[in-house]
């Protein structure tokens, strides 16, 4: 799913506006009666208290309007505009109207009123700022936020949290809304997904609006939400007549004494994703537990009893992963020196190759173009140094990728993926994979899916995407804490079929029940 800028949405509101021959006032109808379905379908008529906070402009509009088709259905409504400035838009005026008309006349709230009382219990509608905000709210009105987050009760809000930018990390975490559930419409915003912005909603949901489906394909966006629908097109189909020979040979490099688990993870993981053959290279310590446990791979070891000190094979892999658990030691760090030096290989660059990377910084321009990197937050700041804040981090993590032409893995809740200055924003995985060694089993996914003919960028992202269903599958059956990385590989295979399989017949909310009933 694509993730339009605010500049973009406005765009698709005048080309949907156009194209459907409707006006704004219609569009802002619809929206409402999105809204109302949403709420009606689950509410179901309860007499709960509804408060609804509106702004003056257009997301102030959909607030008022949704307030006439919960009135229409005899909610118990109180409805207030929050009256932070005089330039009222038009469509909030229309609805304003056609409240009036109906006898309800809103609180009018300014610097001065007295905040209603709102309890537990109650729900809170948060139509007060949109993608419109372009400055921080007024002093007012962050209190007005404070006084909904003491009341507790539930706040849905409308499009995107009152006082949260598109585009920027807020200066006053209380100067946001904090929402339980936000019903964005069309298409959510980037802001959910980085770490510093995507706290202020618990949960958020897409509304179909009906914008122009030929303007949402053919806008070409900065960032992709990448799930089962972008994914299933990447997959390449197994044939009947290959053999392992046609499946690739993936060689993980790596490991030193007490830390060789980590290419016996990637290395299974490599195989579980697919590579036809998968050949560990690992210090001397390393030969027996990989031999032993794991009898699939086939071993290489260095000359070292407990480092990588060399790092040389006359075996023809298709792609190298080259990092996990392999320490930085001196000698490890002039065999890999050496190796990029020599080396032609597609690469998967993980961990303390990467630390080595960061640290000798002529090896960066040694890299082959389109090298994966996939560093976890405190390895991608050695590499592309401090940042500001998420949307710093995403311009210098763009900037680096572009610089040394590699496919940059941002790992985090939602990893992203960043090439050619475009974000691939992954939506699996759970808070029980933070455990050690699930970092080693992405690597080996990325390698097995490039050895598979998988192009890198591809790779990254599907690699990325199967690792978290694996875990979201695997957590099932061991929950968070007794979630382990082997576990998390046992479950690719899973994560595989499940691309495949039929999503259970539910059925939706807008087909059972509509606002003109
Ligand atoms: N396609 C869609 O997604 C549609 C969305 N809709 C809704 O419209 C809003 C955006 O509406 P807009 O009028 O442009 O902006 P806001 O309501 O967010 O803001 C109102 C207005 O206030 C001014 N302003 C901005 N910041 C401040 C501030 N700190 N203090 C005071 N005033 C401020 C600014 O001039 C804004 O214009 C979108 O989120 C949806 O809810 C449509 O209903 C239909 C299609
Ligand atoms: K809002």
Request: glycine share 10%; proline share 5%.
């Amino acid at each position: 799913m694509k993730i339009f800028s605010a500049k973009q949405i406005y765009e698709a509101d005048k080309a949907t506006i156009k194209k459907n021959g409707i006006s704004s006032d219609e569009l802002m109808e619809g929206v409402a009666v999105q809204l109302f379905n949403w709420l009606h379908y689950r509410i179901q008529g309860a007499p709960v208290k509804i408060h609804l906070f509106c702004g003056i402009g257009n997301n102030g509009g959909d607030g008022i309007a949704l307030s006439r088709h919960l009135l229409e259905h005899g909610y118990n409504i109180e409805v207030y505009v929050v009256n932070y400035s005089k330039k009222r838009s038009d469509d909030f005026l229309v609805n304003l109207d056609r409240l009036k008309d109906r006898k309800v006349w809103p609180e009018f709230l300014e610097e001065s009123s007295v905040l209603p009382e709102i309890g537990r219990d109650d729900i809170v509608v948060d139509a007060i700022f949109g993608i419109g905000l372009n400055r921080a709210p007024d002093t007012w009105v962050v209190k007005l936020f404070d006084h909904i987050r003491q009341s507790e009760a539930f706040v849905l809000s409308v499009d995107i949290p009152s006082g949260l930018f598109t585009d920027k990390v807020p200066h006053d975490e209380n100067a946001v809304i904090r929402a339980n559930h936000t019903l964005s419409f069309q298409v959510p915003k980037l802001v959910f997904f980085l770490p510093e912005t995507g706290v202020f909603t618990e949960q958020w949901e897409v509304l179909d609006i009906g914008i122009d489906p030929e303007f949402l394909t053919n806008t070409e966006t900065d960032y992709e939400l990448i799930g089962k629908n972008e994914m299933l097109p990447v997959y390449i189909p197994r044939e009947k007549f290959s053999h392992k020979g046609s499946h690739g040979h993936g060689l993980i490099v790596g490991g030193s004494y007490g830390k060789v688990g980590a290419v016996h993870l990637a290395s299974k993981a490599c195989l579980y994703a697919g590579s036809g053959l998968v050949t560990a290279y690992v210090p001397k310590c390393g030969y027996v537990p990989l031999q032993t446990n794991f009898p699939e791979a086939m071993v290489i070891t260095d000359v070292d009893e407990e480092v990588i000190s060399k790092i040389e094979f006359d075996i023809d892999p298709t792609v190298i992963g080259i990092g996990v658990g392999m320490g930085k030691d001196k000698r490890s760090v002039q065999a890999l020196d050496d190796f990029l030096n020599s080396n032609k290989k597609p690469l998967v660059i993980d961990a303390d190759a990467l630390n080595i990377l960061a640290e000798n910084r002529h090896l960066l321009d040694k890299i082959p173009a389109q090298s994966v990197l996939t560093p976890h937050p405190k390895e991608l700041e050695r590499l592309i140094g401090t940042w500001k804040d998420d949307f710093d981090k995403l311009d210098k993590a763009k900037a680096f990728s572009k610089k040394y032409d590699c496919v940059l893995v941002i790992k985090g809740s939602h990893t992203i993926t960043l090439y050619d200055e475009k974000g691939y924003i992954n939506t699996t995985g759970n808070p029980g994979m933070g455990t050690g060694g699930t970092g080693d089993l992405l690597t080996g996914m990325v390698t097995g899916l490039i050895a598979q003919g998988y192009n890198p960028l591809n790779a990254a992202v599907f690699g990325v995407y199967l690792h978290g269903r694996a875990g979201d599958i695997a957590v099932e059956k061991t929950g968070y804490q007794a979630l382990t990385a082997s576990a998390v590989a046992e479950s690719i295979g899973a994560a595989f079929i499940d691309l495949f399989a039929v999503p259970e017949n539910r059925p939706r909310p807008n087909e059972n029940d509509t606002a003109q009933e």
